[in-house]
């Protein structure tokens, strides 16, 4: 099922909702640039186990309205709490990518964890994706900087070379248009607007205040959010388990699918 949530602003966001009768309920946030789509090899299996997993396009991505304003991490956590109250969900296990596992953490502070009951941090950018003065560790700021300029200069440029340090392991010409493509869905200013984010907004807080068991899966090659980030989370976040994934980079949902799929379900089983 696939429908349109009312949040903030009477903005739109849209929901893949699969097999809503399943025993369990996994919530999906993607990262930037993509959309919901880029977990559809945990949607192919997943569902078959018994689980329902639904993802959300966040504003300004895939088939979600794009507004001009909205993409701070508070009102992207409210967002997320939209769905949740509209769907009536609980006892949930939320999984964040990338940016999507700062949105997650924000929801979690922000929220108090309301209807989680475990927490996945994929790759996360969090809790800085840059360097700060108090935080030598993440990207440089120069380089969030030009991704935004590129951004705004040629953006399908910009999305080509951010996807060839996306993956670790091969993938086929075919797969990378696909990935493309999904990074096209968005607006130019809601792409430049996320990046902003980044440079804006840390989750310190917000990590600390996690309350519910959580699995750290980062890639040991990510050159997007580096393995030391994942590190860093396992310090911060009470009762979570760090799980390197030794032959990943970024898109660690794909690098290695089936070990993916396989530590979820082990998780959210225990």
């Known amino acids: ?102 949105i997650a953490a924000r929801y979690m502070g922000r929220h108090k964890g309301y209807g989680i009951s475990k927490l996945v941090l994929v790759s996360a950018a ?55 493509q999904l990074g096209l869905q968005a607006a130019g200013w809601s792409t430049a607007a996320i990046a902003n984010t980044w440079l804006n907004e840390v989750l310190f807080c917000d990590l600390e205040a996690v309350n519910v068991p959580t699995l750290i899966i980062h890639g040991i090659h990510d050159k997007v959010v580096p393995f030391e980030l994942g590190e860093i989370q396992n310090k911060i976040i009470k009762n979570s388990k760090l799980l390197p994934f030794s032959y990943s980079g970024h898109g660690v949902f794909y690098d290695q699918k089936d070990k993916f799929n396989e530590e979820l379900v082990k998780f959210i089983q225990k």
């Open 1 to 102: 099922m696939s429908y349109y949530i009312k949040c903030s602003t009477n903005v739109k966001v849209y929901v893949e909702d699969l097999n809503p009768e399943g025993k369990k309920t996994i919530l999906f946030i993607h990262g930037w640039p993509g959309s919901h789509k880029l977990f559809e090899y945990q949607f192919d299996k997943l569902p078959k186990q018994g689980y329902r997993c639904i993802g959300i396009d966040t504003r300004g991505f895939g088939n979600s309205d794009k507004p001009w304003t909205g993409y701070d991490y508070n009102t992207l956590a409210d967002d997320v709490k939209s769905v949740i109250d509209t769907l009536g969900l609980c006892d949930i296990t939320l999984v964040g990518h990338s940016t999507g596992g700062a």
């Open 126 to 180: 969090a809790p800085s994706l840059i360097k700060r003065s108090n935080f030598p560790y993440g990207l440089d700021k120069e380089t969030v900087l030009q991704l935004i300029e590129g951004t705004y200069d040629d953006r399908p440029k910009m999305l080509r070379g951010f996807g060839d340090i996306f993956f670790y392991q091969f993938i086929s010409e075919a797969f990378s248009d696909w990935f493309f």
